[in-house]
């Protein structure tokens, strides 16, 4: 016989998805009423991030869920973008001191300091999804980095990506191609 699911193990599946979080729209998407919702919060399994985020308490962190946190307040569409992409790979040496979201259209709620969101449209051909994070692709990152890293850097971190696997080599040179159409 299978296990009987519950409220709470419907939230904890999602949140271990999403690297512990998870939204209203997830609790309305699992049919838990707000009084569940609110019983959880006050009885500590839940934290409350920010209106409509919360947090399942006993969820380990790991280096991912600062990204996954900062897709998730930037609201619905939002994607990681730039070089928190290529970090979140570890393509470059080190976390950026922000981390940079896209977002479809405005964020209601007031973000920390060290998420900063980009608002534009992307074609659904640049979005995918690594480690249950909506990101742009490694390629768009690389591309979006131009105002942000070096060149060298840029062109490394390309050919790391081909090295595991994460990007073609076709990909990696039409990156750099438009690398050095750009110039300096």
Excluded at 80 to 97: I, K, N, Q, R, Y
Aim: proline fraction near 5%; aromatic fraction near 4%.
């Amino acid at each position: 016989m299978g296990q009987r699911k519950t409220y709470r193990s419907e939230l904890r599946a999602t949140a271990v998805e999403r690297h512990g979080y998870v939204t209203a729209h997830d609790v309305a998407r699992l049919g838990i009423p707000r009084k569940v919702l609110a019983d959880l919060v006050d009885a500590g399994e839940l934290v409350r991030v920010t209106d409509g985020l919360y947090r399942l308490d006993g969820i380990p962190k790991t280096r991912w869920h600062t990204f996954a946190e900062a897709v998730l307040r930037a609201g619905h569409g939002a994607a990681l973008s730039h070089d928190a992409v290529l970090a979140l790979h570890g393509l470059v040496e080190h976390d950026p001191g922000r981390v940079r979201v896209i977002a479809p259209g405005p964020v209601h709620d007031r973000l920390p300091q060290h998420i900063e969101v980009h608002h534009c449209q992307v074609d659904p051909a640049d979005l995918t999804a690594y480690r249950g994070i909506l990101s742009t692709t490694i390629s768009r990152a690389l591309l979006d980095c131009r105002p942000l890293l070096a060149a060298a850097l840029l062109v490394h971190a390309a050919d790391e990506a081909v090295g595991r696997g994460l990007l073609l080599r076709r990909e990696r040179n039409a990156v750099l191609e438009c690398l050095y159409l750009s110039g300096p």
